[in-house]
């Protein structure tokens, strides 16, 4: 997810001013995460969520993903497994594994779920646990 223009303007204003400015988190909707209304509740009432962020902190996330896009195809020579959502609200799924699978040489192994965002949140999580398991080469 991204921030409108207008506030991009903003965050670029205070790093120069006040890097320190907070900006809304522009995730602050417990459903783009979860359907398990349960945990959307957790949410809701966790008095640790975030948000707010730093200019300074928005600035270096943007930073991040610079650096990822201006990697070399092909640097990960690691194994590499990408779980992706199918009901997912907050990444672009298509451009995620674009970009995985170039940075892995085409070699990453993929996995799916039909869920939301945060898997870990779906009122089964077996299948994401066997396929963490199939990752670290535990479940094979």
Request: hydrophobic letters at 45%.
């Amino acid at each position: 997810m991204d921030v409108p223009f207008a506030t991009k303007l903003a965050v670029a204003a205070s790093l120069l001013l006040c890097p320190r400015k907070r900006f809304a988190i522009p995730l602050n909707d417990v459903e783009l995460f979860t359907s398990n209304e349960s945990k959307r509740q957790y949410l809701r009432d966790d008095p640790l969520r975030l948000h707010e962020a730093t200019a300074q902190f928005l600035y270096a996330s943007w930073q991040l993903d610079g650096m990822l896009r201006n990697l070399p195809a092909g640097c990960l020579t690691m194994p590499v497994t990408l779980l992706l959502a199918r009901r997912d609200r907050i990444i672009d799924n298509a451009t995620t594994l674009a970009a995985v699978q170039r940075l892995a040489g085409g070699r990453a192994r993929v996995e799916e779920f039909d869920a939301d965002h945060t898997l870990e949140f779906e009122p089964a999580p077996q299948p994401l646990h066997r396929a963490l398991a199939r990752a670290v080469g535990a479940g094979e």
